[in-house]
């Protein structure tokens, strides 16, 4: 299944936001590689709450086929949710009609807003189920791609092993099963909705 997101401008604005040491970061790094590869123009910023690790952050990536006036995101056209707070903060500044991927592990309330699509996944229960919860990023990138057809899967994959190589054939191993366990379950349960409550 797959999602278009109409935009006027041919730019899709994209925010990625969760706890610091979620791999908010590397999430966003990995789709602007995958932009690189498949020669599309991409841009991004990261924001760090005080905390660092286990405060919170986010990153914004701007992907256009034109070129790109400015890296700010106020409204993103899909917003990608590791926690709770995060859809406490970015719920309303969403686009209208936008989409919002959210691990339904750590978010335990429903979208309020019914113009909304969304997208769910345990991302974090399926990285725990493969051995180390610091992938559920890529579980939730897999779902991403797989609802969006936003980049191409052989991107992605090339993108985390550019990004992982120097940490070993295991971890890049482990972050390609993570993304195929994202796809699989978006392809096996798309749950995609028009929430309200």
């Given at each position: 299944?797959?999602?278009?997101?109409?935009?006027?401008?041919?730019?899709?604005?994209?925010?990625?936001?969760?706890?610091?040491?979620?791999?908010?970061?590397?999430?966003?790094?990995?789709?602007?590689?995958?932009?690189?590869?498949?020669?599309?123009?991409?841009?991004?910023?990261?924001?760090?709450?005080?905390?660092?690790?286990?405060?919170?952050?986010?990153?914004?990536?701007?992907?256009?086929?034109?070129?790109?006036?400015?890296?700010?995101?106020?409204?993103?056209?899909?917003?990608?949710?590791?926690?709770?707070?995060?859809?406490?903060?970015?719920?309303?500044?969403?686009?209208?009609?936008?989409?919002?991927?959210?691990n339904t592990s750590l978010v335990t309330r429903q979208v309020k807003r019914p113009d909304l699509k969304v997208v769910g996944t345990n991302a974090t229960e399926i990285a725990h189920q493969l051995g180390n919860v610091k992938c559920a990023n890529m579980v939730i990138l897999g779902t991403f791609i797989a609802a969006t057809g936003l980049l191409k899967t052989k991107?992605?994959?090339?993108?985390?092993?550019?990004?992982?190589?120097?940490?070993?054939?295991?971890?890049?191993?482990?972050?390609?099963?993570?993304?195929?366990?994202?796809?699989?379950?978006?392809?096996?349960?798309?749950?995609?909705?028009?929430?309200?409550?």
């Amino acid at each position: 299944m797959s999602l278009r997101i109409e935009m006027d401008n041919k730019e899709t604005k994209i925010v990625i936001a969760g706890f610091g040491g979620q791999g908010v970061v590397s999430a966003g790094n990995i789709i602007a590689r995958a932009c690189m590869a498949e020669d599309r123009r991409v841009t991004g910023m990261i924001s760090y709450g005080a905390e660092m690790r286990g405060g919170t952050a986010n990153t914004t990536i701007v992907i256009s086929d034109e070129q790109i006036a400015s890296p700010v995101v106020e409204k993103p056209d899909i917003a990608i949710i590791l926690n709770q707070p995060s859809l406490d903060k970015f719920e309303e500044k969403i686009a209208k009609k936008g989409l919002v991927v959210i691990n339904t592990s750590l978010v335990t309330r429903q979208v309020k807003r019914p113009d909304l699509k969304v997208v769910g996944t345990n991302a974090t229960e399926i990285a725990h189920q493969l051995g180390n919860v610091k992938c559920a990023n890529m579980v939730i990138l897999g779902t991403f791609i797989a609802a969006t057809g936003l980049l191409k899967t052989k991107s992605i994959t090339k993108a985390i092993e550019g990004l992982f190589s120097r940490k070993g054939a295991a971890i890049v191993e482990l972050n390609i099963k993570a993304l195929q366990a994202g796809i699989k379950e978006n392809q096996s349960h798309p749950c995609l909705t028009n929430q309200t409550g």
